[in-house]
């Protein structure tokens, strides 16, 4: 939990590829297209090979198509495009034995795979459970001895929501179902001798999925023969920046974990557009292993020297584990008020960016401030919630102040920082709240101490600067000064730290605070110095994404190289992303593929053009009826493709509308969130 190394795997044959083991982490993708439009296909496949991805995913969802793979890959080959191919199976046992003769890969979901699947309620008894699973086995066996007949690796693809009512009835729609799932497969394959195997546990659900992975690696890995590798996704993660956040945050925080050989980003939109996010999620881990080899993995000896030389402090919250890896629970914190607005415990965190102007810029920075602050607004806008000022000078403070005085009442939302203890001392009656930079290797005076148990407008927050210590050392140095500070009776207090490592240094903070039982709030700080775009995204949604969906933050705080708009709308993203604020609309899409029979990506556009104002609400638009009804899980109304041009609406997992033309479906769909009193008239904002 608190130093990246990958989890060594054992190395899977992909065509001309390996999985595993010490391989690269690989970047798939998937057509849209229809298995049986060879020119399209190819066409498609042609596209994604010249874009970089290493892998390609077709749907195969009758035996007919699984025949087409034929002419697609010869067509490929003839062309010289050598990528491995995946054959994507959910129900049918027919198509899987004929697609195995053409792919290099299939992937069965075995929520469905040979599975009666009816959504019903019915309870199992032990025997029926028991029959059941070998009635998979025998359906099952013919297709694993064929994988290993022509050579071919084998996913075994667990999705949320689409579980086998047998699974459901005993575990639930959960991350033990999904896991279960996948083990029996996997018990099947190893009992037949055979090793050519990866998993993948997805859900439009961020925490969901990281939970899923992080149970099946635990249970797997105690149970199989084998560290199997892993395929990593968002299901449904949707499009636009929405879905770049969510693919990153799940994906990435397992990456973070040294979890995973083999991603797909799910975007609603030309699958050539999920091959440079890949790679963008990707870089970093590959970058890594390229350079320091095998060093990624230190083996278990160390780790036992290193523990024997721990603190007795270390010792101690080493038997506190900062979150739980199987289920959500936010950390237990505090709450104080800043500017009327509730930071710490239940509370929703909330939202700060900094100002990019220098003070001194007077007009410059007012302008930057009032975008930032939209006092214009609705309350539930999105928007910055504090906006944070660097105050360097005596200059700045007379500067501060005549910002505060134009803003009017916008201006109690501005907060400030500073690393000059004088400069400090002259802000904690101006602003709400205070940000004191602590420099690596610098000592704090008991001056400062004394200064903070003094009566004071402002909270404090106090960052440590981290750069080059160790990673336990932020944790210690703020655990000294929490402490000192509680004797003290100092309650309105926050504690960051500024790291290129976020992850770890923020998850060993809650370690030792825990330890101690010190319930400070905290506040998750990343500050984005690359300069693309997508990079900024990626690497924020990684960092702090990763600490909201374990449970960790009362606050996030960016400072990027992102327009204004970006910045903002990002932080929103990513508590959205970990379900913990929901701000806006979320849209559940599937990135559509063969069996999707109308034109998705304009559904989802006129979709959130009509319905994006309705705040907290989810809604599932998916490709097709065979997975979207169980894979939307948790959306509280769906909009499911029927049939060539036909719409299905749901209400939860209840189909209450059938085979609706598709030019009435996003109508009908408005009627029904009417009905359901859950529709609001969007608010025209000037």
Known sequence: MYQYRRRLTREVVFGKLFLGGYQPIRVESMTNTHTLDTEATVAQCRRLYEAGCEIIRLTVPAEKDAENLKNIREQLRRDKIDTPLVADIH???????????????????????ANTRKFSNNEYSEEEYLKEIEHVQLEFAPLVEKAREYGVSMRIGTNHGSLSDRIVSRYGNSPEGMVEAALEFARICEAMGYYEILFSMKSSNVRVMIQAYR??????????????????????AGDGDEGRVKSAMGIGALLEDG???????????????????GFALVKKYNDFHLVNGDRGHVPLRHIIESQNKQSKLDRLSDELPPCNP??????VSSQLILAGLTIGGDAEPRVETGVQTLLSDKDAIFEEMTQRLAPKKPRDAIRSEFVSVSVNSETDIDSLEELQGRLGDAGRFVVASTSDMSLFARLLNKVPKVRFDIIEGERLENEFLELLGNERLAAVELCFLHKESGISVPSKVLVHLAEKLRKKGVSRL????????VIFVNRKIVQTFNALKLDYPLVVRFNGETSGRLENIISSSVQAGTLFCDGIGDMVAFQTRLSLDDEINLAFNILQGARIRMSKTEFISCPGCGRTYFELE??????????????GLKIGIMGCI???????????FGYVGAGKNRISLYVGRECVAENIAED????????????RGKWIEPIDLP
């Open 259 to 277: 979890l995973g050989d083999t991603i797909r980003v799910s975007l609603t939109e030309d699958p050539v557009n999920e091959v440079p996010v």
């Open 494 to 501: 926050l504690f960051s730290v500024v790291s290129e490592q």
């Open 326 to 331: 199987f289920g959500y629970q936010r950390r």
């Open 626 to 636: 065979v997975n979207g009804p169980g894979e939307m899980a948790d959306a509280d």
């Open 215 to 236: 149970l099946l690696v635990q249970q797997a890995d105690a149970e199989l023969l084998h560290a199997y590798p892993l395929h990593l996704g968002v299901t449904e």
């Open 664 to 675: 009435e479906a996003v109508d009908r769909l408005i009627a029904l969130v009417k009905e």
């Open 91 to 113: 129900f049918s046992t027919r198509a899987a034995l004929k697609a195995v003769e053409f792919v290099e890969n299939i992937r069965i979901n075995p929520g469905n795979y």
């Open 602 to 615: 304009k559904a989802v556009a006129a979709i959130k053009q009509r319905m994006a104002h309705l705040k």
